[in-house]
Nanobody
Framework: QVQLVESGGGLVQAGGSLRLSCTAI????????MGWFRQPPGNGRDFVAAIGGSDDNTYYTDTDSMKGPFTITRDNAKSTVYLDKNSQKPEDTAVYYC??????????????????WGQGTQVTVSS
């Protein structure tokens, strides 16, 4: 059984920086692709970024309103994946979810391609 535990959320001032962390507990996921989605209030879950397992290729949302830029990285020695973003905006307010799974090629942006999910961490950006 794998548990994904997110941290780093909270209240952020507009223009500030954000770093979210997600640690896999129970089994190493060093060869498993991982990603981040976010869910704003009253909306569905949107893809933010993904990083490959063995190749570390990165993928980011192409939704203009969500472009940050975000940066996704992973530290396999710590079984942790990170999401960084500068210049936070109020519209970045959302619950951010970490996820892991062997998505099919090109389908990294689909929630159904992922097997494991964290509980989510709230990020609130104040203006």
């Amino acid at each position: 059984q794998v548990q994904l535990v997110e941290s780093g959320g909270g209240l952020v001032q507009a223009g500030g920086s954000l770093r979210l962390s997600c640690t896999a507990i129970g089994r190493t996921l060093s060869s498993t692709p991982m990603g981040w989605f976010r869910q704003p209030p009253g909306n569905g879950r949107d893809f933010v970024a993904a990083i490959g397992g063995s190749d570390d290729n990165t993928y980011y949302t192409d939704t203009d309103s969500m472009k940050g830029p975000f940066t996704i990285t992973r530290d396999n020695a710590k079984s942790t994946v990170y999401l960084d973003k500068n210049s936070q905006k109020p519209e970045d307010t959302a619950v951010y979810y970490c996820t892991a799974g062997n998505y099919s090629e090109g389908y990294y942006g689909q929630t159904y391609e992922y097997h494991y999910w964290g509980q989510g961490t709230q990020v609130t950006v104040s203006s």
